[in-house]
């Protein structure tokens, strides 16, 4: 399964995160340091995002 890297934004620490595509869809992203949920997935994976700037 792919490693999805992540970066909370609350704390700026840095975790990876081992699931699948369908997980990944589904599953809620909380930094596993500080329980934010504000995180940013890092380019690791080729996955095509929808991510948008505002
Ligand atoms: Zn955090």
């Known amino acids: 399964m792919p ?3 992540y970066r909370c934004e609350k704390c700026g620490k840095a975790f990876s995160l081992i699931m699948s595509i369908r997980e990944r869809e589904t599953a809620k ?3 596993p340091y500080c329980g ?4 940013t997935q890092l ?7 929808t991510s948008r700037k505002s």
């Open 3 to 5: 490693t999805y890297e």
């Open 29 to 31: 992203i909380v930094c």
């Open 36 to 39: 934010a949920d504000d995180v």
């Open 43 to 49: 380019l690791s994976a080729c996955i095509t995002k």
